[in-house]
Structure formats: C-alpha cells, structure tokens
C-alpha cells in the first residue's frame, strides 16, 4: 500500500504495468481527479472511490481536479478478497446507516481521516492496511446497542453508557473471523487513553496500538466537528484550525 499525492492542475496518466496478472487499486482519500480513456467517456471520482488499472490497459490519461490524495493497492488481489470477506460486515454497516443516518459515514471519514494522519506521521507502509480496514468497522459492534440507546436525542445516562462502551469489544470479536487478530486488537482499542482512562481495557499509553491511538485521534476529531442530536459541532476554523482541534483531542486520547 502507497501513498500518492498530488496538486490541483496536474495532468499526466497511469502507466501499462508490465507484469502479466498484474492489476492496482487506487482508494481516493481526497480531493478529485478526472480519468480519460481513450475513445471513452471521461470519468470524475471523488473521495471513497475506487478505480483499477491493469497490465491489459494502455496509458491512462488524467486531469487533477482538486488537490488529491489517494492510496494505491498494489496488485490488489489483497484488496479485492477483502472488499469479497467484509461483505457482511459491510452489510451491517449499511443497516446501521438506516438506524442512526450516521455510523457508516462516520466511520467512512473517521478511516479517510485516519489514513492521512497515518501519512503526515510517516506510519509505516507495513501497517497501513491493517489501519484501514480497522478504521473502517472500528464501530461495527454499534449493532448490538439498542436502538434507543443508539439514537437518543440527549446525553446518555450512566448506565447506557456502559452499554454504549460494550461496542468497541463486539466490534473487535465481529472483525476477528474476517481480518484476524491484529485488526481485532486494533478496533478494540480504539477508546483506550494513554493516560488509562479509557475502555474496555484501560490500557495506558505503551500499551495501545499505534493503530488503535491514530483512530482515536480521528474518531474524536469527527465527533467534534459532526452535527449530532446531543452535539452542535464545531466547525474546524471556529476558533482554532483544523490542527489545533485535533492536537487536543490527542492529548485528551
């Protein structure tokens, strides 16, 4: 998995590959580029889309659009038995879009969010798939929380806290059977704190995952910024910049 960046204006096209078999996925993080196929209709794509390019295609011309920022998936077999194994988890996330109009696209930006924290930190590349697909379901387990408790117009009370936080451990154990145990850690530790005060564990800061402490950061931020029944939302240029809002919420984290 590789990161590319790219400034608005930039006019180029993807390389033929040269390996036989070979084929690439490239995830849009940001920003938005328009593909032009020879003899074909154009194409814009955006944030959450995903195009392919394989060695049976000749060169890929492009426009940038808007500054860009996209990850490629290198013969992205891996990426493909994953989107095929995580169908049901991605069913469920859409029907948890239907219940609360939020979870899935919370997550969406919450893995976006998390995956270009991962770039400015220079997070290794070795570990970047795991972040991504452990962003992406890291609240899965909301399907488990009652619905009234999910959706309540107001702050929860103590008690449906508690049920609230069982989430982060169901998330863990629904993702284990497809991505095994290093993505299971990472999701089920997504709401530890470094200072200890977090769950379901407690961990203090050594003992979280990088991964785990990378999610944290952007789900914070998200919930910050997002209008929710019980939260106005801040805007990120209300009173401090979008960097400033999110190192509070990793020294709160």
């Known amino acids: 998995m590789v990161f590319y960046s790219m400034p608005q204006g930039v006019e180029g096209g993807f390389q033929e590959l040269e390996c036989p078999g070979e084929t690439e996925a490239y995830y849009i993080l940001s920003g938005r580029i328009r593909l032009l196929p020879q003899g074909e209709t154009e194409i814009t794509l955006g944030p959450g889309d995903v195009f392919y390019f394989t060695e049976n295609e000749t060169l890929l011309p492009f426009h940038v659009l808007d500054p860009l920022q996209m990850i490629l998936f290198s013969n992205e077999s891996r990426f493909e038995q994953d989107a095929e194994t995580n169908r049901a988890l991605l ?150 910049s979008r960097t400033q809002t999110l190192r509070r919420c990793a020294v709160r984290r």
Do not use: W
């Open 91 to 240: 069913d469920v996330m859409e029907a948890l879009q239907e219940i609360d109009g939020d979870t899935r696209m919370h997550c969406d930006r919450v893995r976006n969010l998390a995956m270009r924290i991962a770039r400015e930190m220079n997070y290794p590349a070795s570990g970047l798939h795991d972040l991504f697909f452990a962003a992406r379901f890291h609240d899965v387990g909301k399907c488990k929380v009652p619905k009234e408790i999910l959706i309540k117009p107001a702050r929860l009370d103590e008690k449906e806290y508690e049920m609230m936080k069982e989430h982060a451990a169901i998330s863990a154990e629904m993702v284990r059977p497809v991505f095994g145990d290093e993505i299971a850690r990472i999701v089920k530790e997504h709401h530890e704190r470094p200072d200890g005060k977090g769950y379901p564990a407690r961990l203090t800061a050594t003992q979280i995952h990088p991964a785990a402490a990378i999610i944290a950061v952007a789900d914070s931020y998200d919930a910050m910024v997002t209008v929710r029944p019980y939260n106005k939302g801040k805007t990120p240029h209300r009173s401090s």
